[in-house]
Each structure stands twice: as C-alpha cells, then as structure tokens.
T-cell receptor
Framework: GQQLNQSPQSMFIQEGEDVSMNCTSSSIFNTWLWYKQEPGEGPVLLIALYKAGELTSNGRLTAQFGITRKDSFLNISASIPSDVGIYFCAGQSQWNTGNQFYFGTGTSLTVIP | DAGVTQSPTHLIKTRGQQVTLRCSPKSGHDTVSWYQQALGQGPQFIFQYYEEEERQRGNFPDRFSGHQFPNYSSELNVNALLLGDSALYLC????????????FGPGTRLTVT
C-alpha cells in the first residue's frame, strides 16, 4: 500500500518551544487527518483537513493541507509535557472509492520540562 | 456519546490458534475499518466493512477475515496465528457518506507465543 513519509522521525524539545512536523505523499490526497497516540492507547483524532491550502487550528495545534495536495503540516505552539506522544498523519487518496486511510510512519515527540 | 469500544483489551494466544476481536463503532457511524499496528510503526489497513460486507482490503492474507453485524459492530478473525501476528489491533469507525473522519478505539493487544 501507499506509504506516507513523516519527518522528523523524533523530536526532543524544551517545554515552551514550538514544534513543526510534516507528512508527504507520492499521491494526491483529498483528506488529511492528524492523530496523537500515547503508549498502549488508540490514536486520537486531532485535526481533519479537506481542502488544499486549508489551515485549521485546535487549541495550540495548527495543521495545513498543502497546496500540492501531496503534503500536510502540523505545528504545536508553546509545547507542554502532556504533548508527549507519537503523532501520525493519515491521508485519503482522491482515487479511493472507499475511505481507506494511509498512515505515516509517525513523529515521536518528547518534551523536556 | 459512546466512542469506539473494543474487546478484549489484551489477549495471549499460541501459534496455530484462532482469535476473534470485537469492535463497536461510535454512535452514528456505519463503517468499520480494522488496522494492525506493529511496535514502532504506523497502523496498517487490514479491511473495511459497511453494509455488512467487506468493501476494501489491504495487503493481508486470507487468514484475516471479518464480519459486520446489522448494528454496525464488527469482528476481526485471525486463523492459524503466527508469531508475526503479535500487534495492537485497532478498530476505527466513520460515516460512509459525508465527512470521513475516522475515530479509533483503544485497541486490542494480541501476543502470539
């Protein structure tokens, strides 16, 4: 299946710093979702994007749907210790007649108090 | 509003055995997707059910099968278990039409010995 490339693979930051991560695909997507997963739990949906260029916020989190429709970005402002976890992007192809999502490889975030 | 629920939480099986995992979708959702997540990796799509039929399938062998019931709940069955089947199995629910946001359950941790 399709593989989404997520970067960076891991991040170690100081509390209060801003975080940026991105996800790229070789295919055009019509939906991007961003999830956060903590150990032993299922992914929790953070932000959903449906239009190229769309910028959507959820508290300190902001995500953008790239204008090429092959990438997406997630920013976290003023990080706090509870932001720790693995962040996954997921994309749905425009050619997909169902709603199968392809997942990225994840970005592991560690926040140092 | 109940979210996605899965049972059991943990399961230990022996090679060659069979296992059944269960999922109840979020209220108002009619589509269930199953994912396998190996340690340190992103979720991999197994298959998707709506209207009680398998609609899409990822790159998984026929040992993996499923079922959806009239109340939209679903089961994942895995036959002839292999050591490599050890993983977190995630169920995600969504609406077939309209917004395609997927919400995940907490997962079932399967260990094959």
């Amino acid at each position: 299946g399709q593989q989404l490339n997520q970067s960076p693979q891991s991040m170690f930051i100081q509390e209060g710093e801003d975080v940026s991560m991105n996800c790229t695909s070789s295919s055009i997507f019509n939906t991007w979702l961003w999830y956060k997963q903590e150990p032993g739990e299922g992914p929790v949906l953070l932000i959903a994007l449906y239009k190229a260029g769309e910028l959507t916020s959820n508290g300190r989190l902001t995500a953008q749907f790239g204008i090429t429709r092959k990438d997406s970005f997630l920013n976290i402002s003023a990080s706090i210790p509870s932001d720790v976890g693995i962040y996954f992007c997921a994309g749905q192809s425009q050619w997909n007649t169902g709603n199968q999502f392809y997942f990225g490889t994840g970005t592991s975030l560690t926040v140092i108090p | 509003d109940a979210g996605v629920t899965q049972s059991p939480t943990h399961l230990i099986k022996t090679r060659g055995q069979q296992v059944t995992l269960r999922c109840s979708p979020k209220s108002g959702h009619d589509t269930v997707s199953w994912y396998q997540q190996a340690l340190g990796q992103g979720p991999q799509f197994i298959f998707q059910y709506y209207e009680e039929e398998e609609r899409q399938r990822g790159n998984f062998p026929d040992r993996f099968s499923g079922h959806q019931f009239p109340n939209y709940s679903s089961e994942l069955n895995v036959n002839a278990l292999l050591l490599g089947d050890s993983a977190l199995y995630l169920c995600a629910s969504s609406r077939r039409t309209g917004v395609h946001e997927q919400y995940f359950g907490p997962g079932t941790r399967l260990t094959v010995t």
